[in-house]
Antibody, heavy 113, light 111 residues
Framework: QEQLVESGGGVVQPGRSLRLSCAAS????????MHWVRQAPGKGLEGVAA????????EYVDSVKGRFTVSRDNSKNTLYLQMNSLRAEDTAVYYC??????WGQGTLVTVSS | QSVLTQPPSAAGTPGQRITISCSGS????????VFWYQQLPGTAPKLLIY???HRPSGVPDRFSGSKSGTSASLAISGLRSEDEADYYC????????????FGGGTKLTVL
């Protein structure tokens, strides 16, 4: 069965860094583009970053450009999101999702002093 | 303010048919596929419709999607109490150098 499992969330101070991971199983991870999508408390969904199936192209929402980096290791079936210079407004549940339509359960990132 | 515009709320009674609209522009809905997601309270979003009007396996045929010009719609027929959820449309946008964009979401209440 297809599954995506995020990890790495937590409480972090403003200006610090955090790396999220998303482990995929049950489908051919290396064949599909992947997204990171976040949802701030009580708010809607926001696409944060996308990466092509082979990592050749990456896209970011303007608010995270220069601070966040999406990457993947197809040999490990894992997607990553490196988040630097975190801000209070980055507080959200972060979901990884495949373009197939699979979603993880989400991991909460709280940026607070 | 999202690039894709959805009504913030919708309501219907059991058995009724309702539609949720998603309005965009020529750079997104006008020439890109539209996707619809359902988010039940406290859970992760679930893909309901892909490529404008296709249902993944397991999604009941009570759910259907359509697109016309720069607008799209999600229809739910035979409304059930378990359909009470938030619904989001999504699409890529040619004019934005970023990932997929989402509508603001529509909260559906089953009265």
């Amino acid at each position: 069965q297809e599954q995506l499992v995020e990890s790495g969330g937590g409480v972090v101070q403003p200006g610090r860094s955090l790396r999220l991971s998303c482990a995929a199983s049950g489908f051919t991870f290396s064949s599909y583009g992947m997204h990171w999508v976040r949802q701030a408390p009580g708010k809607g969904l926001e696409g944060v970053a996308a990466i092509w199936y082979d990592g050749s192209k990456k896209e970011y929402v303007d608010s995270v450009k220069g601070r966040f980096t999406v990457s993947r290791d197809n040999s490990k079936n894992t997607l990553y999101l490196q988040m630097n210079s975190l801000r209070a407004e980055d507080t959200a549940v972060y979901y990884c999702a495949s373009i197939r339509g699979d979603w993880g359960q989400g991991t909460l990132v709280t940026v607070s002093s | 303010q999202s690039v894709l515009t959805q009504p913030p709320s919708a309501a219907g009674t059991p058995g009724q048919r309702i539609t949720i609209s998603c309005s965009g522009s020529s750079s997104n809905i006008g020439n890109k596929y539209v996707f619809w997601y359902q988010q039940l309270p406290g859970t992760a979003p679930k893909l309901l419709i892909y490529r404008n009007n296709h249902r993944p396996s397991g999604v009941p045929d009570r759910f259907s999607g359509s697109k016309s010009g720069t607008s799209a719609s999600l229809a739910i027929s035979g409304l059930r109490s378990e359909d009470e959820a938030d619904y989001y449309c999504a699409a890529w946008d040619d004019s934005l150098s970023g990932p997929v964009i989402f509508g603001g979401g529509t909260k559906l209440t089953v009265l």
